[in-house]
């Protein structure tokens, strides 16, 4: 159990971060209504701890956006249509807050909020300018989402040569680093590279980029729910066919004119 004083601190550099985060939850989806259940309690827990919390969201219920509010999130509507226009949005939202740190996450990762402190501390530290997550196990994830993100990661280190958990979704940086995220460049950036591109031009850029190894569990009922649906094999599929391509070519073509 933590001492008043331990509570302090961590308030203290909880209170430095802002989350930034994206939602759409479709009511009429059994899946989507449980991962804005899931999103609420990412939300709740945030606020509890000291966080501040930014929500863009492209079209959910009033309904389920009030009660994101009630439970403490600052929620805007999303201004342009694309995955990478909605994160950047709440990025620029996260960024204008004044906060020291900004912490991208995907809202369902409920679990992951208590690791955010672990990933800012190294930045707090001046050891790192952006630290992305690495997971100990991905055994609680769907199987087909373990092969996929597994080879997704191990497609960047052979690309980029640095051993990053990628797939993960979590990146965790000095406000000052937020331009990697806002002036992407990127030929189809309006995607899940949206989140992947930046890492690399900060890398490129000899940045100091770190992994912080976290224990993290993925929901047991959202693995139950997306095992054997193939909407999810086809998302996971798609999410291959889309990066693959995509970061090798932005990559050979910004660091070969380096080289």
């Given amino acids: 159990m933590m001492t008043n004083s331990q509570n302090n601190n961590l308030r203290e550099i909880t209170e430095k971060i802002v989350i930034a985060t994206t939602t759409f939850y479709n009511p009429n989806n059994s899946s989507d209504n449980y991962r804005s259940n899931l999103a609420k309690k990412t939300i709740k827990n945030a606020t509890d701890l000291g966080y501040k919390i930014i929500v863009v969201d492209g079209g ?4 389920i956006l009030r009660e994101f509010e009630k439970y403490g999130a600052q929620i805007y509507s ?3 249509n694309g995955m ?5 949005q709440a990025i620029t ?15 369902e990762k409920n679990n992951y909020i208590n690791k955010i402190i672990d990933t800012a501390i190294p930045i707090l530290n001046n050891s790192a ?8 196990s991905l055994k609680s994830y769907p199987l087909y989402q373990q092969y996929a993100e597994r080879f997704g990661n191990e497609f960047w280190k052979e690309l980029t040569g640095t051993n990053l958990d990628m797939w993960f979704g979590p990146r965790t940086w000095r ?16 995607c899940w590279d949206s989140i992947f591109i930046p890492i690399m031009n900060a890398i490129i850029d000899n940045k100091k980029v770190i992994s912080v190894e976290i224990d993290y569990t993925h929901p047991k009922k959202q693995t139950e729910l997306e095992e054997h649906n193939l909407i999810f094999y086809k998302k996971r ?3 291959l066919e889309n990066l693959i391509p995509a ?11 380096l080289i």
């Fill in 60 to 63: 959910s219920s009033e309904k």
């Fill in 78 to 80: 999303q201004t342009s």
């Fill in 84 to 88: 990478g226009n909605s994160r950047r």
């Fill in 93 to 107: 939202e996260a960024y204008s807050s004044g906060k020291e740190i900004i912490a991208w996450m995907e809202p």
């Fill in 129 to 136: 300018e952006i630290v992305i997550p690495k997971r100990k």
């Fill in 175 to 190: 406000k000052e680093s937020s331009n990697y995220f806002l002036n992407n460049s990127s030929t189809n950036n309006n």
């Fill in 237 to 239: 599929l798609e999410q």
């Fill in 247 to 257: 970061l090798e070519t932005y990559w050979n073509k910004s660091y070969n004119k």
